[in-house]
């Protein structure tokens, strides 16, 4: 299958500063990446549609100024969790398409003290 | 309001069993469905998928069935083998092979295999 990385896999930061995810498929090109979150014993949940050249959709509820994401080529899309918060901590995993499948990323655990 | 159900928290198998995981969706638009398996601090691993114009689809140990009709889907392993001790997921798409649109997830069956 189709190989997504995610860097960095764990992020611990002072509640206030940016932290930034990056997530690229290593062997496949991807117009469309999605962003997902985690919270324990929780289901995944899309946060946004990252779209190569174009503004991210978000889901119902996420915020997009918190939220930043930029898919400047077709193997690279990152996630900027701006002023990052303590509620901001959470499992943060991306995907992207290959044909008809989503393949994810091995994820980043974020922590904000 | 869940529109993909995973009913079952946990299911323990005996090795060597069929694992039949079980999956409901109420949102009559998803035509595109995926299991995907995962371990703890780890994204999932796709193991199958299905289109909502079959019924069935095998790829090895893996096989999944789709009843549109009740809205189920299933998953069975067999036999099911220890390094299948995971928690798998069910998931949803609106957009046939979901490559433009974002999954919905079930919360999870954790599957155990034991000796």
């Known amino acids: 299958g189709a190989v997504v990385s995610q860097h960095p896999s764990r992020v611990i930061c002072k509640s206030g500063t940016s932290v930034k995810i990056e997530c690229r498929s290593l062997d496949f090109q991807a117009t469309t990446m999605f962003w997902y979150r985690q919270f324990p014993k929780q289901s995944l949940m899309l946060m946004a549609t990252s779209n190569e050249g174009s503004k991210a959709t978000y889901e119902q509820g996420v915020e997009k100024d918190k939220f930043l994401i930029n898919h400047a080529s077709l193997t690279l899309s990152t996630l900027t969790v701006t002023s990052a918060h303590p509620e901001d901590s959470s499992f943060y995993i991306c995907s992207a398409s290959e044909r008809e499948t989503q393949y994810f990323g091995p994820g980043t655990r974020l922590l904000v003290l | ?115």
């Open chain 2, 1 to 115: 309001d869940q529109q993909v159900k995973q009913n079952s928290p946990s299911l323990s198998v005996q090795e060597g069993r069929i694992s039949i995981l079980n999956c409901d969706y109420t949102n009559s638009m998803f035509d595109y469905f995926l299991w995907y398996k995962k371990y703890p601090a780890e994204g999932p691993t796709f193991l199958i998928s299905i289109s909502s114009i079959k019924d069935k689809n095998e790829d090895g140990r893996f096989t999944v069935f789709l009843n549109k009709s009740a809205k189920h889907l299933s998953l069975h392993i067999v036999p099911s083998q220890p390094g299948d001790s995971a928690v798998y997921f069910c998931a949803a798409s609106g957009y046939s092979g979901g490559g433009a649109d974002g999954l919905t997830f079930g919360k999870g069956t954790h599957l155990i295999i034991q000796p």
